[in-house]
């Protein structure tokens, strides 16, 4: 691999490797707050879908001030966003705990990729909130929009079992990553079954192989 390449690619690497926001760390306290705060506001939504998550009826069952609720995440859109990239950490560690099984790393970030589809799908309500707020998500909502890229990328390279991607794996992984999204977009809108989904996601996961060459 050129010189160059090389160090693209080491410089791709903070974003990819670290799913947290370059922020101050929150307390104990205020960390306890914010879990309380995802945790109802994927109950409402497991519920009743987007509609159901009310700003005043999240404050509530999760025991904080609307005032309070509304400094952690200022609209309902920047809290399921946020929902979503807390969704997405948990089924990457249940991921960890059983990694794929296929014998390239396509199979495997296909398989993985399916795994967390069909763990959207035991959640239909929640999952089509949380797409709904990606996909109505304006540039105040960026931070919480890389955050659910910054997941789902780590969780792909996971599968791939790579620590130091080259510019064309980081290309491939981006195509890999706006597939899935959009194949739960269509999905959740009725124009996909789950048999549609698994061909789009096997198909695009073959430009991991195109890839895997490059030097």
């Excluded at 497991?46 to 609209?75: C, I, K, N, W």
């Excluded at 967390?116 to 109505?136: C, G, I, K, S």
């Excluded at 998500?137 to 910054?150: G, H, I, K, L, T």
């Excluded at 599968?159 to 999905?187: C, N, Y």
Aim: proline letters at 6%.
């Amino acid at each position: 691999m050129p010189a160059e390449a090389k160090t693209s690619a080491k410089a791709a690497q903070p974003a990819v490797r670290a799913a947290q926001p370059v922020t101050p760390p929150l307390t104990e306290r205020q960390e306890a707050r914010r879990r309380r705060i995802l945790h109802a506001s994927a109950q409402l939504a497991s519920r009743g879908g987007f509609d159901a998550v009310q700003m005043r009826e999240v404050a509530e069952s999760s025991q904080v001030a609307l005032g309070t609720l509304y400094r952690y995440f200022p609209s309902k859109v920047h809290l399921l966003v946020a929902t979503m990239q807390d969704q997405l950490a948990h089924m990457h560690g249940t991921l960890r705990k059983k990694p794929p099984a296929g014998d390239t790393a396509a199979e495997r970030v296909a398989e993985t990729l399916m795994r967390a589809f069909r763990a959207l799908q035991r959640e239909p309500h929640l999952a089509d909130a949380m797409v709904r707020a990606l996909t109505f998500a304006d540039r105040s909502v960026s931070p919480e929009v890389d955050q659910v890229s910054r997941q789902t990328t780590v969780i792909i390279l996971d599968a791939m079992g790579l620590d130091d991607p080259t510019p064309a794996q980081l290309s491939a992984v981006r195509v890999i990553e706006h597939t899935w999204h959009s194949a739960l977009i269509t999905w959740l809108s009725g124009r996909a079954s789950i048999a549609q989904v698994k061909i789009d996601i096997e198909t695009v996961c073959r430009l991991i192989d195109l890839t895997s060459t490059d030097d």
